[in-house]
């Protein structure tokens, strides 16, 4: 019984504690993101050049946390995925949290979207970024695919939309063979 009291003190302290750190979060960035992936879907079906759909990824960061992660000043527009490289991710201003396939740090990863700091999932191939999600305010759900407690995401596929969502777990967005290399990011 100690240690459950340790824990759950701990814990409080990291949800105290986090916010003074964040980004901040919109009082209503479920609507602003519903709008934002209904205009990224109507992207996908009226774009000859699907790619720049994929822009939606930065944007929605910015809809929930307040946080222009991915926004170039210079281009004056959300980068698209092929745009956003490993480092670019791994440049001082995201803390790597961990593998996708560590309960621990998906656990992580949504007490911090909790506290309104950004976190993200990034999916690494051997040359370079695959796919983006976001994590977002919410709880965690059992993934029988996955076998972990998920957290909450959101997911812009722009090859194919019919996968695409906002307010799921986080195993929507990536197979199981595929957690060995996403890997979890939280905004600094």
Known sequence: MRIANKFAQAFMMVVVCLPAFSQGTPQHWKKDLEASFQQFIDCTNSSGEKYQCSSFIGESISKVYKTNAFFSEKQNRYLHINEISKSSVENGQWTKIGYAYDQNVLDKAQIQAN???????????????????????????????????????ASFFFNDTEKSFVD?????????????????????
């Open 115 to 153: 506290a309104n700091k950004a976190v993200i999932a990034v999916y690494l191939t051997n040359s370079r970024i695959g796919h983006i999600a976001v994590i977002l305010p919410g709880e965690l759900h059992y993934s029988g695919s996955w076998g972990f407690n998920v957290p909450n995401a």
């Open 168 to 188: 799921k777990g986080l195993s929507y967005a990536f197979s199981k063979n595929m957690i060995k290399d996403v890997v979890l990011y939280s905004r600094n």
